[in-house]
């Protein structure tokens, strides 16, 4: 788990939040931006979303050391679950690779390519090929793993217009060789049958921690509508993850992708203390699971 927080990591730049004060004062740990690597033989990598702290994550991770070659890399691509800043300006950063693959849903692409520009950014340095994440199909990925895409949101980034199909994705990774599944969803909308049913054989879920609370970010002009309308299920109060997670006790469960406001950030608030009572956890950036 190469970053944990959610957009403007932790802290974030511009807020005075209790955490973020805590957090600059060196009491709470800092953390990178969202971002998952992945590997079937622990020779090629796979990341899924690339934040704008990629380079830092990177080169602080001894399993992405380059070589034997001079510009040998053990990177193969990028997954991204949607077209959101905080998920992909890192492929930008990746510009000086050749050779990688770049996954993402159909209406996430053309954005990153229209919007964004990324298509001839890449295209003008190393070049990279584009591969449509169509949900519910199967891909391999260099070094054995499968990986599928499935809907769990339609909020389009604000940078984008009006396009069909599912803005937002989680990735179900499986490993043949050991049977290991790893569900990734730091973004989840809403709990509904449809994510449920992919819990089916799920080893470890790294599940949507953004929000504690409906109302953590108050009512100000841009979060007047709460978290849902920011396409993050809250983890408490009703309808939030956490009920839904108590009826999960044989799977490993992390909460990913913190708010800077979140005081799931204190491993001593009682918040903290509330999820850990039914086993799920909020772990640090750097952290290895094996599956």
């Known amino acids: 788990m190469l970053g944990?927080?959610?957009?403007?990591?932790?802290?974030?730049?511009?807020?005075?939040c209790s955490p973020c004060a805590l957090a600059r004062k060196g009491l709470l740990p800092s953390r990178t931006q969202d971002c998952l690597a992945v590997s079937g033989n622990g020779a090629d990598w796979w990341l899924l979303n690339a934040s704008p702290d990629v380079r830092v994550q990177l080169v602080g991770s001894p399993e992405f050391t380059p070589g034997p070659g001079r510009r040998d890399t053990?990177?193969?691509?990028?997954?991204?679950?949607?077209?959101?800043?905080?998920h992909s300006l890192?492929?930008?950063s990746l510009r000086e690779g050749g050779g990688q693959s770049l996954y993402a849903p159909a209406n996430a692409l053309s954005a990153l390519r229209s919007n964004l520009g990324l298509g001839s950014v890449l295209d003008n340095y190393a070049?990279?090929?584009w591969h449509e994440?169509?949900?519910g199909q199967s891909f391999e990925l260099t070094g054995g793993l499968v990986a599928t895409a499935h809907p769990v949101g339609v909020k389009r980034p604000k940078y984008t217009s009006e396009l069909p199909g599912p803005w937002v994705v989680a990735y179900r990774i499986?490993?043949?060789?050991?049977g290991g599944t790893l569900l990734y969803a730091p973004c989840l909308a809403s709990w509904s049958p449809d994510f449920?049913?992919?819990?089916?054989?799920?080893?470890?879920?790294?599940?949507d921690g953004t929000f504690s609370a409906p109302d953590e970010m108050g009512v100000r002009t841009g979060h007047a509508k709460g978290q849902s309308a920011m396409g993050h299920l809250p983890v408490f109060g009703d309808g939030g993850s956490l009920p839904e997670l108590r009826r999960f006790p044989g799977m490993r469960r992390i909460y990913t992708h913190l708010?800077?406001?979140n005081p799931l950030l204190d491993p001593d608030s009682p918040e903290s203390a509330e999820i850990t009572a039914v086993g799920v956890e909020v772990v640090a950036d750097g952290t290895v699971i094996t599956l």
């Open 74 to 86: 053990p990177l193969r691509g990028v997954l991204l679950t949607s077209a959101e800043l905080d």
């Open 127 to 129: 070049g990279w090929s």
């Open 259 to 261: 708010n800077n406001t």
């Open 90 to 92: 890192g492929v930008f």
């Open 133 to 135: 994440a169509v949900p």
């Open 4 to 16: 944990t927080a959610a957009g403007g990591g932790f802290p974030q730049w511009n807020c005075a």
């Open 196 to 207: 449920e049913a992919l819990l089916a054989g799920v080893d470890c879920l790294l599940v």
């Open 174 to 178: 499986h490993d043949p060789a050991t």
